[in-house]
């Protein structure tokens, strides 16, 4: 039987008196922001409507302070700690979910070979991306080891041969996509390289529904009212950003918060839906996870690429068929701001960028 593990994080709360606060209660507070009914949140959280009430008190007790509000025909809303803590624990989930993916990848790499016997393991060094993270839920008895890390990272693992895939990004606008193939290429040349296409993405801005700040595109970000909250420094997406501003004559240091770093788009949007920036940049997806608006300006090709010889590897057409398939392709099609770009498709840069260049 092919089985794979699924690594969460948790948080345990501990008062100098040996007092828990149980992790079942960010279920319960996400049901009750969602449903606004303690009764739908509590079997949201798989729990009795009696044991949620017994954690909104304990928690009221741990704390000091109300988790929740109640009034009459208004149903239950979260208190401003009750909001501070969910979002506080969807935001580590964020900022380390790649790490954790990549090491549920190791490990369960190495349960299969070791209850299965030593089967070849495709490794693809990936940005994180929503779809991307789609390719390990698919891959059925393919051995498949993701690696989040940044596109040098993953180029130059490509390059040492640590790895047998990489992805790389940039976008469908073919004087910006000059500008991002030039700064990676020392990281490209002298590789016999193959392209496989894999997705397009929209990258933008992200705000939220209820923001007094009104945004209209990058110039507005110069407000110093504006507090913007920045990809790492190393992400691909972050030179993708700094393309685009300096399109608009705008520099980083102009920005009220551009200094200020996460190192996922979730995390960026997870920390605007927290009220702690006004705006961030990052894929469509994300700021829909978070309930966010989204203001596009980029559109960009997301893809795999690897050395040619190994595309006659089986279990590289294993790969390539999973990428062509109507289920894969379907998931997809779900993923906002995401677009099937003639996955597992293979072609070269060159033809990648003349075919932009004519569309």
Same mark, same amino acid.
């Given at each position: 039987?092919? +089985?794979?593990?699924? *690594?969460?994080?948790?948080?345990?709360?501990?008062?100098?008196?040996?007092?828990?606060?149980? !992790?079942?209660?960010?279920?319960?507070?996400?049901?009750?922001?969602?449903?606004?009914?303690?009764?739908?949140?509590?079997?949201?959280?798989?729990?009795?409507?009696?044991?949620?009430?017994?954690?909104?008190?304990?928690?009221?007790?741990?704390?000091?302070?109300?988790?929740?509000?109640?009034?009459?025909?208004?149903?239950?809303?979260?208190?401003?700690?009750?909001?501070?803590?969910?979002?506080?624990? &969807?935001?580590?989930?964020?900022?380390?979910?790649? &790490?954790?993916?990549?090491?549920?990848?190791?490990? $369960?790499?190495?349960?299969?070979?070791?209850? #299965?016997?030593?089967? !070849?393991?495709?490794?693809?060094?990936? %940005?994180?991306?929503?779809?991307?993270?789609?390719?390990?839920?698919?891959?059925?008895?393919?051995?498949? $080891?993701?690696?989040?890390?940044?596109?040098?990272?993953?180029?130059? #693992?490509?390059?040492?041969?640590?790895?047998?895939?990489?992805?790389?990004? @940039?976008?469908?606008?073919?004087?910006?996509?000059?500008?991002?193939?030039?700064?990676?290429?020392?990281?490209?040349?002298?590789?016999?390289? +193959?392209?496989?296409?894999?997705?397009?993405?929209? &990258?933008?801005?992200?705000?939220?529904?209820?923001?007094?700040?009104?945004?209209?595109?990058?110039?507005?970000?110069?407000?110093?009212? *504006?507090?913007?909250? $920045?990809?790492?420094?190393?992400?691909?997406?972050?030179?993708?950003?700094?393309?685009?501003?300096?399109?608009?004559? *705008?520099?980083?240091?102009?920005?009220?918060?551009?200094?200020?770093?996460?190192?996922?788009?979730?995390?960026?949007?997870?920390?605007?839906?927290?009220?702690?920036?006004?705006?961030?940049?990052?894929?469509? #997806?994300?700021?829909?996870? @978070? $309930?966010?608006?989204?203001?596009?300006? #980029?559109?960009?090709?997301?893809?795999?690429?690897?050395?040619?010889?190994?595309?006659? &590897?089986?279990?590289?057409?294993?790969?390539? /068929?999973?990428?062509? %398939?109507?289920?894969?392709?379907? /998931?997809?099609?779900?993923? !906002?701001?995401?677009? !099937?770009?003639?996955?597992?498709?293979?072609?070269?840069?060159?033809?990648?960028?003349?075919?932009?260049?004519?569309?």
């Amino acid at each position: 039987m092919h +089985k794979k593990l699924s *690594i969460s994080p948790a948080w345990v709360f501990r008062t100098e008196e040996g007092e828990l606060f149980e !992790p079942v209660m960010f279920r319960l507070l996400k049901g009750i922001q969602d449903s606004g009914k303690l009764t739908v949140a509590a079997e949201a959280a798989g729990i009795s409507y009696r044991h949620s009430w017994n954690l909104i008190n304990r928690g009221a007790e741990f704390f000091g302070m109300p988790l929740v509000s109640m009034h009459k025909g208004q149903g239950t809303r979260l208190s401003p700690l009750g909001e501070k803590l969910l979002w506080s624990e &969807q935001r580590v989930k964020a900022r380390l979910g790649p &790490q954790i993916d990549s090491m549920a990848s190791e490990l $369960n790499i190495q349960l299969q070979q070791l209850l #299965a016997g030593a089967h !070849p393991v495709l490794r693809l060094h990936a %940005s994180h991306g929503y779809a991307v993270a789609l390719l390990p839920e698919f891959s059925g008895r393919l051995e498949l $080891n993701l690696q989040y890390c940044s596109p040098d990272d993953a180029l130059s #693992a490509l390059g040492r041969g640590d790895c047998d895939i990489a992805s790389f990004h @940039f976008p469908v606008l073919p004087h910006l996509a000059v500008k991002v193939m030039d700064h990676y290429q020392r990281l490209l040349q002298g590789l016999d390289l +193959k392209v496989i296409r894999f997705v397009t993405r929209e &990258q933008g801005l992200m705000v939220r529904h209820d923001s007094e700040t009104r945004l209209t595109g990058l110039k507005d970000l110069v407000d110093p009212d *504006i507090r913007f909250i $920045n990809r790492d420094r190393h992400a691909g997406t972050r030179f993708l950003f700094n393309l685009l501003l300096q399109e608009q004559g *705008i520099f980083e240091q102009q920005i009220n918060g551009a200094d200020r770093e996460e190192f996922t788009h979730t995390a960026v949007a997870a920390y605007v839906a927290a009220g702690m920036a006004d705006t961030g940049f990052g894929v469509e #997806a994300a700021a829909r996870q @978070f $309930n966010l608006d989204f203001i596009p300006l #980029a559109t960009e090709h997301y893809l795999l690429i690897c050395r040619e010889d190994l595309l006659g &590897q089986s279990n590289m057409h294993q790969l390539l /068929e999973l990428m062509r %398939s109507s289920d894969f392709i379907d /998931e997809i099609n779900k993923l !906002p701001g995401y677009a !099937p770009d003639h996955c597992g498709d293979i072609c070269t840069f060159a033809e990648l960028l003349a075919g932009d260049r004519q569309g």
